[in-house]
């Protein structure tokens, strides 16, 4: 029985993966990772994934789909929470003032924090009010593209 379940948790995490790698995200498995990626110049959209039902339903459709607009974010990366713990962990140490959740999604600019979409902005609501608040701060934070 718990072979059964690690293998339908194992199936879970890579489509989680690969939903949003085919949506333009770059995995940060690693701290080194997550630094270099930070570290880049200009806009950054993190998107903190989870196995939960609400980064399924909601989250990465919405992280998906947010991306499709006028400005956006020069840089698309993932950390996955409970998974790539160390890089999570690393990539949560940039977020400053903001508690641990996931899903969410932060946007950084020049490797500091600029705002995030926590959980509690998620969880309970429709993929397009996300992808809407998402955007609202491409619009303040993002050039176009």
Not at 15 to 21: G, L, P, S, T
Not at 70 to 91: I, M, N, S, W, Y
Request: with cysteine; proline share 5%; hydrophobic share 35%.
């Amino acid at each position: 029985m718990n072979m059964d379940f690690n293998l339908y948790m194992n199936d879970i995490v890579s489509q989680a993966r690969e939903d949003m790698e085919s949506a333009g995200y770059k995995q940060l498995t690693t701290p080194e990772e997550v630094e270099a990626a930070f570290d880049q110049k200009g806009t950054t959209l993190v998107m903190i994934n989870s196995v939960c039902g609400c980064a399924g339903g909601i989250a990465r459709p919405a992280a998906a789909h947010s991306v499709h607009y006028d400005k956006r974010p020069d840089h698309l990366v993932t950390v996955f929470a409970g998974q790539d713990k160390e890089a999570t962990a690393k990539a949560r140490s940039y977020f400053t003032d903001y508690p641990p959740s996931s899903p969410s999604f932060a946007i950084l600019k020049d490797g500091k924090i600029c705002t995030m979409v926590e959980r509690h902005e998620i969880e309970g609501h429709d993929p397009m009010s996300v992808v809407n608040k998402l955007q609202q701060y491409f619009e303040e934070y993002c050039q176009e593209v």
